[in-house]
């Protein structure tokens, strides 16, 4: 109140009491925002200080917080004693009942996984294989790599798999048909 008391005329009231004044005698519906309220300010008293804009905006934060204005889609409108205050996002918390005297609350778990125990004995390695102690690697087995030449018979133009699979890559060759000689 002091910058107010000392950048004011005597004749002028605090703003606190000119805002009011303003946003009562506009009357608007949803409220007035802060261009017309100085407006209106402006207009009724003419002798303002050179940073009524600063100090207009001071005071209107002020009473903002204070809760003697609601801010409400930029427009300020006086606060209803009889209306609850206005929540913020989200999820309002759950209330806290209060638990009758006498029963101590234990402290809550930490967060996360436990630390280790140093002093716990180590645990037995298990050998790597698998699932059941068979001996055997999990998974599918591996194919088995066979020799390069694993076909019987004349492959003419026929080229090995490198895998040794017995069968060369692609689609077959057509067999040809021997040729018949027709005699006259």
Do not use: C
Not at 10 to 28: D, G, R, T
Not at 35 to 51: Q, R, V
Not at 164 to 175: A, D, Q
């Amino acid at each position: 109140m002091a910058t107010e008391d000392v950048n004011k005329p005597p004749s002028l009231l605090p703003y606190s009491e000119m805002i009011l004044q303003a946003i009562a005698a506009l009357n608007e519906k949803n409220g007035s925002n802060k261009t017309s309220i100085s407006k209106y300010i402006e207009s009724k008293y003419g002798d303002l200080p050179a940073d009524h804009s600063t100090l207009l905006s001071h005071h209107l934060n002020r009473m903002k917080d204070t809760g003697e204005l609601v801010f409400w889609k930029n427009n300020y409108t006086k606060a209803d004693p009889s209306a609850p205050p206005r929540r913020g996002r989200g999820r309002p918390p759950k209330p806290k009942i209060p638990l009758p005297e006498g029963i101590v609350v234990s402290p809550a778990r930490p967060r996360g996984r436990p630390p280790k125990d140093p002093n716990a004995p180590p645990k037995p390695v298990k050998p790597k294989g698998g699932g059941a102690g068979s001996g055997r690697p999990r998974g599918r087995p591996r194919k088995m790599a066979r020799p390069a030449g694993g076909m019987t018979g004349s492959t003419e133009g026929t080229v090995a798999m490198a895998t040794g699979s017995g069968r060369p890559r692609g689609r077959p060759p057509k067999v040809k048909a021997p040729e018949v000689s027709v005699q006259n």
